[in-house]
T-cell receptor, first 113, second 114 residues
Framework: AQTVTQSQPEMSVQEAETVTLSCTYD???????LFWYKQPPSRQMILVIR??????QNATENRFSVNFQKAAKSFSLKISDSQLGDAAMYFC??????????FGSGTKLNVKP | SQTIHQWPATLVQPVGSPLSLECTVE??????LYWYRQAAGRGLQLLFY??????ISSEVPQNLSASRPQDRQFILSSKKLLLSDSGFYLC?????????????FGEGSRLTVL
């Protein structure tokens, strides 16, 4: 199975500041998808952003953007202008050619007012 | 629009008792279906994956089993629960589409085995 590694168990950011969450993955596939999901205290998993490996352009969704480095197998999430509502667990996920999804262990993001 | 429902939301069961968690998806056909477990403070572990009725792929050998008796119904079961089966269980689905690549999740079921 593919492995997805999130090396930051917990991070903190000041409201309105920028924070970057790290993710690395291991694969031998050439085409795949990568995702960031958010899990607030309600435990509902919410898609934040997705990236297709064959697209060199980094995905962006409003205040959320990724830095996708295919050769380095790195997929970091940048949150700009952090808001209190951004506080949650963030999971990096990888989708294989066979449509299986593997998740990292998560990063807990705290946002300080 | 598509929706996913998962129940029960909370379950407390004694060791050795059976388990049945159910998940249904509405508004789509022939979805890929998934069961994940999330242990306390941990990531999501893929348990089972299904591409169609009666077709189940098991990721991790364990005390659990899954079944897909209908196209949009996915059931997670156990004959005898262990303490280690405690956790938060998430059902998810994926549309067979080239446009929507992501997983959509149910609300989750919290299982406590005592």
């Amino acid at each position: 199975a593919q492995t997805v590694t999130q090396s930051q168990p917990e991070m903190s950011v000041q409201e309105a500041e920028t924070v970057t969450l790290s993710c690395t993955y291991d694969t031998s596939e050439s085409d795949y998808y990568l995702f960031w999901y958010k899990q607030p205290p309600s435990r509902q998993m919410i898609l934040v952003i997705r990236q297709e490996a064959y697209k060199q352009q980094n995905a962006t969704e409003n205040r959320f953007s990724v830095n996708f480095q295919k050769a380095a197998k790195s997929f970091s999430l940048k949150i700009s202008d952090s808001q209190l509502g951004d506080a949650a667990m963030y999971f990096c996920a990888y989708r294989t050619d066979f449509n299986k999804f593997y998740f990292g262990s998560g990063t807990k993001l705290n946002v300080k007012p | 629009s598509q929706t996913i429902h998962q129940w029960p939301a909370t379950l407390v069961q004694p060791v050795g008792s059976p388990l049945s968690l159910e998940c249904t998806v509405e508004g789509t056909s022939n979805p890929n279906l998934y069961w994940y477990r999330q242990a306390a403070g941990r990531g999501l572990q893929l348990l089972f994956y299904s591409v169609g009725i009666g077709q189940i792929s098991s990721e991790v050998p364990q005390n659990l089993s899954a079944s897909r008796p209908q196209d949009r119904q996915f059931i997670l079961s156990s004959k005898k629960l262990l303490l280690s089966d405690s956790g938060f269980y998430l059902c998810a689905w994926r549309e067979l589409s080239l446009v929507r690549a992501e997983l959509f999740f149910g609300e989750g079921s919290r299982l406590t085995v005592l």
